[in-house]
T-cell receptor, first 117, second 111 residues
Framework: DTGVSQNPRHKITKRGQNVTFRCDPI?????LYWYRQTLGQGPEFLTY??????LEKSRLLSDRFSAERPKGSFSTLEIQRTEQGDSAMYLC?????WGQGATGELFFGEGSRLTVL | QKEVEQDPGPLSVPEGAIVSLNCTYS??????FMWYRQYSRKGPELLMY????GNKEDGRFTAQVDKSSKYISLFIRDSQPSDSATYLC???????????FGTGTRLLVSP
């Protein structure tokens, strides 16, 4: 399977604990995005990378959230001191930069579901 | 008020019906408009995208954009049970980064 891969698929944690999600994008894609989706809502933009550079962060991304993409390959999203309001599906997507012979379409992974008790 | 409004449904139709899904938006700077389909416990997948106003057709799917009314539509002809999913509209000012999604409309097509 050469699609976007996310792990773990489901994480249950207690309030106050730290969690980390990993995203492996499609290999030739230079852009990587994180979105958050809560029940009954559409995905909300969190942040995106072009290669290893984090180009934009949403105001939704509080200081407890940090994302990295070392060497422009896989990415991690860490949430420190989790709160019940962090319970959501965290979606990763990747794309080729628009204009490089591609539409820039985002390909989403299946998401990592976080439940904070 | 949200930038993108979409009726959450559910919308229930019989197989073979024509389905109309709609979104309204408030940001006149949006230029790229997309429709994503999301099956339960899966990530969204792109169905169609259009730039600026106009229509675009792909098989049983037709997307329409009316920028003057800030209104976009997705029509599904000859709907099938396999079309049962949540349909998300999304839009952006430039390219595909930083999409702004609607809440999604849940569609149920019964055999």
């Amino acid at each position: 399977d050469t699609g976007v891969s996310q792990n773990p698929r489901h994480k249950i944690t207690k309030r106050g604990q730290n969690v980390t999600f990993r995203c492996d994008p499609i290999s030739e894609h230079n852009r990587l995005y994180w979105y958050r989706q809560t029940l009954g809502q559409g995905p909300e933009f969190l942040t995106y990378f072009q290669n290893e550079a984090q180009l934009e962060k949403s105001r939704l991304l509080s200081d407890r959230f940090s994302a990295e993409r070392p060497k422009g390959s896989f990415s991690t999203l860490e949430i420190q001191r989790t709160e019940q309001g962090d319970s959501a599906m965290y979606l990763c997507a990747s794309s080729i930069l628009w204009g490089q012979g591609a539409t820039g379409e985002l390909f989403f992974g299946e998401g990592s579901r976080l439940t904070v008790l | 008020q949200k930038e993108v409004e979409q009726d959450p449904g559910p919308l229930s139709v019989p197989e073979g019906a024509i389905v109309s899904l709609n979104c309204t938006y408030s940001n006149s700077a949006f230029q790229y408009f997309m429709w994503y389909r999301q099956y339960s416990r899966k990530g969204p997948e792109l169905l169609m995208y259009t730039y600026s106003s106009g229509n675009k057709e792909d098989g049983r799917f037709t997307a329409q954009v009316d920028k003057s009314s800030k209104y976009i539509s997705l029509f599904i002809r000859d709907s099938q049970p396999s079309d049962s999913a949540t349909y998300l509209c999304a839009m952006t000012v430039t390219g595909f980064q930083k999409l702004v999604f609607g809440t999604g409309t849940r569609l149920l097509v019964s055999p």
